[in-house]
């Protein structure tokens, strides 16, 4: 599928939407801002994300990990490698 045609597809998907609905797929859009390939302003949420257990002690943080390792295997049911 070319880009236009993506493009147009996307667009009669949207024009089928009741106007009811119209605000919520508005908000759900705009979660994108500029688009998922403004990487400056990802890299800055992500940074700023990165330095959020800094102060965290070492013991606490690897419970937290054990935990978020254990409750994804509870979730999807398979190993996952922190």
Same mark, same amino acid.
């Given at each position: 599928?070319? @880009? /236009? +045609?993506?493009? @147009?597809?996307? $667009?009669?998907? $949207?024009? *089928? /939407?009741?106007?009811?609905?119209?605000? @919520?797929?508005?908000?759900? $859009?705009? @979660? &994108?801002? !500029?688009?998922?390939?403004? %990487?400056?302003?990802? #890299? +800055? %949420?992500?940074?700023?994300?990165?330095?959020? &257990?800094?102060?965290?002690? +070492?013991?606490?943080?690897?419970?937290?990990?054990? %935990?978020? #390792?254990?409750?994804? *295997?509870?979730?999807?049911?398979?190993?996952? !490698? $922190?």
């Amino acid at each position: 599928m070319t @880009q /236009i +045609e993506l493009y @147009q597809s996307v $667009l009669k998907k $949207l024009s *089928n /939407i009741p106007a009811k609905d119209l605000p @919520q797929v508005d908000r759900f $859009l705009s @979660q &994108w801002g !500029d688009g998922p390939h403004d %990487k400056s302003k990802n #890299k +800055e %949420k992500t940074m700023a994300l990165a330095g959020a &257990w800094a102060d965290m002690e +070492e013991e606490d943080f690897q419970d937290y990990l054990n %935990k978020a #390792k254990d409750s994804g *295997n509870e979730s999807f049911g398979r190993a996952v !490698d $922190l």
